[in-house]
Nanobody
């Protein structure tokens, strides 16, 4: 069983930066991809960024050029560097794991709140 714990959220002014971390514990060797999602009240959860086991990345159009996803395999940790934040980026951010052979993200962290003030 893999547990995911996010950290790094907080309050920042527009134009500022934050780095989120997602630490994985347990049997993480079979993880094929890690995703960062975000959700605001009344809206569906949005996939923001993905990083695969071979280092490939993908981003939502809304964050391209501002967010960067990376991983440190030695620490079993995935990061989301968020720059030039806007109030529209305010959300609860979740990391999630997709295992080999699975089409879905099945393991989720508890979420971390990011609030961007104007």
């Amino acid at each position: 069983q893999v547990q995911l714990v996010e950290s790094g959220g907080g309050l920042v002014q527009a134009g500022g930066s934050l780095r989120l971390s997602c630490a994985a514990s347990g049997s993480s060797f079979s993880i094929n991809a890690m995703g960062w999602y975000r959700q605001t009240p009344g809206k569906q959860r949005e996939l923001v960024a993905v990083i695969t086991s071979n280092g490939g990345t993908n981003y939502a159009d809304s964050v391209k050029g501002r967010f960067t996803v990376s991983r440190d395999n030695n620490k079993n940790t995935v990061y989301l560097q968020m720059n030039n934040l806007t109030p529209e980026d305010t959300a609860v951010y979740y990391c999630a794991a997709k295992f080999r052979g699975s089409q879905d993200y099945t393991n989720w962290g508890q979420g971390t709140q990011v609030t961007v003030s104007s």
